[in-house]
């Protein structure tokens, strides 16, 4: 009988040898960590990371990992869910495919890692065959189409991901692996309705995956069962999520490529949908010496999935362009553009304060933005996390420019050096501790393949607020 899908994933997880991978993913998992630790930092005082970590230590439980800042011991799917609400709470963290996956699979691994005792290299292992798997979910379930459907393709797809990570660190069999997908199967849920009003479970929803995955994987341990036809059933995730899933590509190449390397990194805490327009506009109003009071209008053209996201929520475009809360600013194009400009495209978690929604000069710029859907940038596929944009900038005088930006800073085809990452990790985190306390976090990252276990990362972690 030949094995489904949910197994030959679970083979490939459970079954790569921890020391066969090519030394750029390990590298690259580290900088994956590392990136995930400073936005969680950058995010963890909001108020709806705030809720979570008061909720988990209300709730209390055997310690077994730290959360992260505030160095608390809980239990893994609890220290999974919080650290994973912090990584994801200002939208800062890297991404793939339409799947969060900097704010779910860096999170998970360190969580049951600590609760394993696992070593270093095997955390690291973790995390590069989690994004395999969150990448692999994602592009075979088509993200790009989910958005359209309504759904939030981190909160379908990204539980599995987390379940893959927390599987391997605990040593599960592939049939347990296969049962807990199929278990995590049942925490295979979230639509986009957040953007109606901008609500928090934009948020929650890489979150609750990282908490589903370990416990998934935990059940699964325990001896609870799951389909193992979770992936390509008449009634599986594809079939049932998705009009245009390629479930092929699920298990296509296993081991020969590693996504983890095709990952984009933020510059900017907002949705990746309007970094590449920010970026057009920087480019443009410098190439022609112009500044901003010069400039009449400002048109995007940008993919379909992106209009209700950024410009149009459906015919609403008033919290576009005027919004009243954090996510409506994270979400809308205007706000982007205008206090990009404003601040030369060094933006900062604080810069989306709701104080700053009446400032007069945001919307003077924001009131020159406008975009529209290009069908012809529909074609370029969310794998890597591509999300061009073409700019049309007319100014005042009536001479009209054209910048078209087809990956943003971040991305693989634009990538960060390992000098800019680190200046982002510390741009992240100044706020919250001291430039030598900094410097001990990236120093643990940076040892972690050869710890034998994760106390001296689990150690520089913990600074108390």
């Known amino acids: 009988m030949s094995m489904t899908m949910a197994e030959q994933l679970a083979k490939y997880v459970v079954e790569h040898p921890g020391d066969a991978f090519p030394g750029a993913t390990v590298k690259q998992a580290r900088r994956c960590l ?30 077994q990992a730290t959360l ?22 200002m939208d800062f963290n890297d991404d793939h495919a339409g799947i969060q996956a900097g704010g779910l699979i860096p999170p998970t691994a360190l969580a049951v890692g600590q609760a394993v005792n696992a070593s270093g290299r095997e955390v690291l292992a973790a995390i590069v065959l989690g994004y395999d798997v969150a990448i692999r979910v994602a592009d075979a379930i088509n993200s790009q189409q989910l958005y359209m459907k309504g759904f939030q393709p981190t909160a379908v797809c990204g539980v599995f991901a987390a379940a893959a990570v927390a599987g391997r660190l605990l040593k599960l069999s592939v049939s347990q692996l296969a049962d807990a997908f199929g278990i995590a199967a049942s925490y295979a849920g979230g639509t986009i309705e957040f953007l109606r009003d901008g609500t928090d479970t934009k948020r929650y929803h890489v979150a609750k995956a990282a908490h589903g995955g370990v416990l998934s994987a935990r059940l699964a341990s325990g001896g609870m069962n ?37 990952t984009s990194f933020k510059k900017y805490p907002f949705c990746d949908g309007n970094a590449a327009p920010l970026e057009a506009t920087l480019e443009l109003l410098q190439e022609q010496g112009v ?16 209009i209700p996201y950024c410009i149009d929520y459906h015919g609403d475009r008033t919290r576009k362009f005027r919004p009243l809360n954090e996510l409506d600013a994270q979400m809308s194009l205007p706000f982007c553009i205008a206090m ?9 978690v604080k810069h989306f304060d709701p104080s700053r929604y009446d400032d007069p000069a945001i919307h003077a710029i924001a009131d020159k933005v406008d975009a529209s859907a290009d069908t012809e940038l529909d074609k370029v596929p969310l794998r890597p996390m591509s999300m061009p944009a073409i700019l049309s900038m007319r100014l005042k005088d009536g001479r009209l420019f054209e910048k078209r930006v087809d990956y943003q800073k971040g991305d693989p085809r634009n990538p960060f050096t390992d000098a800019e990452l680190e200046e982002k990790f510390r741009f992240c985190v100044e706020d919250f501790m001291s430039p030598a306390k900094g410097q001990q976090l990236i120093d643990a990252v940076a040892a972690l393949e050869a710890a034998e276990n994760l106390q001296a990362l689990s150690a520089a972690l913990r600074v108390a607020p």
Do not use: C
């Open 68 to 89: 992260w800042l505030y160095g608390d011991s809980v239990p893994d799917t609890t220290a999974a869910l919080v650290n994973g609400m912090f990584a994801h709470s």
């Open 226 to 262: 799951g389909p193992r036809t979770v992936f390509e059933g008449s009634f599986g995730l594809f079939n049932v999520y998705s009009d245009q899933s390629r479930p092929d590509r699920l298990v296509a190449e296993l081991g020969e490529r590693y996504d983890i390397l095709d």
């Open 340 to 348: 990009g400009i404003l601040q030369n495209g060094r933006l900062k």
């Open 34 to 63: 590392l990136d995930s630790i400073g936005v969680a930092i950058a995010g963890s005082a909001k108020v709806w990371a705030q809720a979570v970590l008061k909720e988990a230590l209300r709730q209390g439980g055997h310690g």
């Open 291 to 306: 500044g901003i009071g010069d400039v009449a209008s400002l048109h995007y053209r940008i993919k379909s999935f992106l």
